[in-house]
């Protein structure tokens, strides 16, 4: 992974100087630090102390509930942090279920603005539907 860092910074030094400096190392990206902190937590390493203090240092630049919970996380204990990554990071059909049932307005805002054109909430759902289960046929 470092490699690939590496690649793209050459790349962007190549496009621009002054915009290289602005590229943060791969060690200071919030998706990796979340996902170093997950790996670790969740076997247990000793290292996971260290990758939560560069999280909350380095990871989280919001004050959002979602960035509340990782800045707590490592007091929660090891089964339901292992539950709660799962419901975070996972797709499951209680997630769809929540986002329909609590997103759904927003759904109908989306494919309005696309198509240019008012539908029902459940024109939305059919279309979801349809999609799940073409994505659960692949």
């Not at 190549?14 to 943060?24: N, T």
């Not at 390493?45 to 260290?50: S, Y």
């Not at 198509?115 to 909430?121: A, F, I, L």
């Amino acid at each position: 992974m470092d490699s690939l860092w590496l690649e793209q910074k050459y790349y962007i030094e190549g496009v621009d100087a002054s915009l290289a400096r602005w590229f943060p190392p791969l060690n200071r990206n919030p998706l990796y630090l979340k996902m170093n902190y997950i790996r670790l937590r969740l076997n247990n390493d000793p290292a996971m102390r260290l990758a939560h203090s560069d999280l909350c240092r380095y990871g989280l630049r919001e004050n959002s509930k979602l960035d509340q919970f990782w800045r707590y996380s490592n007091h929660l204990p090891h089964p339901l942090f292992q539950r709660a990554v799962d419901l975070l990071w996972t797709q499951s059909v209680w997630k769809q279920m929540v986002t329909r049932a609590f997103g759904g307005r927003q759904m109908i805002n989306i494919y309005e603005s696309v198509h240019n054109r008012s539908v029902s909430k459940e024109l939305v759902t059919q279309k979801v539907s349809a999609t799940n289960q073409g994505l659960a046929n692949i």
